[in-house]
């Protein structure tokens, strides 16, 4: 439960003085709706940073104004002139020792301007100046005020990210109110590490944000938004730490293998395995002998080898009397998994079974006997595993593959299909060493940092579309010396926003025009069987070209392919356009990357197709992917669970993750239960960032 003085915070933002049936639904755009579906709360009109301030503090008289620079100046009001037709503005004559200007208002009410700005009275206007025929002119002063209005002039005025139907000022009171909602809260920083860093305290920072008095407090580097950024990425590592801790004290089992199984595939496998692919394995296999559960992360580039991996993790499961799943986020890929582990599985005497939503009726239902018997030792398959009629006699290892398709839920329950099951994702997104951290913790972490050897570099040319028909052509010519290649759409069906964008099919019936009976197409919206034979013909070799959209992103692996063309790259984002190339060079041949893009051609667009010519190491790529786009999108936030941070910015803040990742260790070490004083207050930390399920953990625990 929730400290109940917290409430205030997770209460309706319509609570809040100002904020009517319109205002909430102008800030549900804003802010999105509450996580029951309903208004914003008054948290995140509180957590709602501004993005820059308007400074009002400059107070010159008219003689020393500049264009363009936000003045507030004393002035006395000399005369009125109102408009003389309909369409022209009204001027207000004002002027102070030094001398005159016009205000200008368009549409303006003549008796309002007559109140705003009475003949002969000293008034403060705020705004930007222009010299308009050697005179200064306000046109729509922000503010007109008179002593009273003026002493309580904000000197600077914060600027948010805003949508229809909301001023800065409106958000700005709202924030403000919510502010006053804030209890007084105990520090949970530590208080030397506060005054190392110049940092306010919680509420301090927060009021700087929303009343600062210079520029400075809204700025994005500025001490108001780098503590509360901290105090999101410390109750983050509190909450996976807590969350890691928990799991590792939940009893696992220890699954020791005898090395029987892995040791014929190995000898069976027509390569050795990499230095990287057995320290791997070795750490895997550690953690599974281990009475604690495992939670580890494979990460290795695609075409890095991490199937192998796989296979012989579960064979230690398998030789331990027990079972392995693996998941795959298509039934391409599953089928694919079926078709290259199955003839190692077996040299280990290994039984394999495919489930996806494609295996139905008595053949699933045979299935699902044979695994709850123990008959089938690693199941592969799709979601379809974790369906619950799925059981298994006693699962010991569930991997998980190309886990940012996956959601943290997903993954979950594949491993609730056994007791205390160890955990094994994989993914081929690189992700930066920063990222991991945030979104992982110490989740263990190993690394297929080590290409197989034979592999020849793909070379990677950026082409204009325009020179479409030259590059048909020389696909042409490619073909007839052997080539296979992918060809990849970024759209299914060419759609009316979208005109212009060359769809999968109509590539596919321009080419097939071009080469007859040599291209291949397979897309999402395809039946499965008709996807299945695309594959097999191109696998085979009957089909030369392979028309897709992103279907084959993930996974598929045909070592023949070297040529990889992808249209409208410029559409699309870094980790995809590397997860697409490598697809090609997988074999000893020379393999290619086209990449075509048409104008507008924007300057990320341009950085990303840069990067991809310039480098194909997957960690560099990675790294330039979180420059450009920032975290969310790298991971693709929604998909894959990770966390998105309101205040904190990976790209900007990568330093305090470590820094907040060793503070979380030290207070752990020494109040692992969080009942201490500061652990009070990290409670509270964890429940105003909404990580509420790791505060659950310590009361389980
Ligand atoms: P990914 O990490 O993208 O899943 P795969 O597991 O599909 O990569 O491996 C890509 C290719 O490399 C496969 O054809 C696989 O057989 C091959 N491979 C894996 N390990 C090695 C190795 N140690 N030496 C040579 N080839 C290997
Ligand atoms: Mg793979």
Redesign the pocket.
Known sequence: MRDSRLDPLFADATALPGVGPKVAKALTRLLGASPAGGAPRVIDALFHAPTGAVDRRARPTIAELVPGEIATVEVVVERHQPPRSPRAPYRVVVADDTGAMTLVFFKAQGPYIERLLPLGETRWVSGAPELFDGMFQMVHPAHVLDAEGVAKLPPVEPTYPLVEGLTHNLVARVARAAFERLPRLPEWQDGAFLARRGFASFAGSLNALHRPTTPGDVSADGPALTRLAYDELLANQLALQLVRAHMKRGSGRATAGDGRIAERVTAALP????GA?ARALEAIRADLAAPTRMLRLLQ?????????VALLAAATAVEAGRQAALMAPTEILARQHLA?LEPLAAVGGLTVALLTGREKGRERARTLERLAAGEIDLLLGTHALFQDDVAFRDLALAIV?EQHKFGVRQRLALASKGVAVDVLV?T?TPIPRTLVLTTFGDMDHSA?DEK???RTPIETRLFNLDRLDEIVAAIGRAIDSGARVYWVCPLVESSEELEGIAAAEDRFAHLAEAFPGRVGIVHGQMKSTDKDAAVAAFVEGRSSILVATTVIEV?V?V?EATVMVIEHAERFGLAQLHQLR?RVG?GAERSMCLLLWKEPLGETAKQRLETMKATDDGFVIAEKDLELRGEGEVLGARQSGAPVFRFARMERHAELVRVAHDDVGLVLAKDPNLTGERGEALRLLLHLFERDAAVRLLRAG
């Open positions: 390569f050795r395995l990499t692919q290795g580039d695609v075409g890095s080898g991490k199937t192998v290259t593959d994989m081929a297929l197989p050897p034979g996974g692996n070592p490598g997988r």
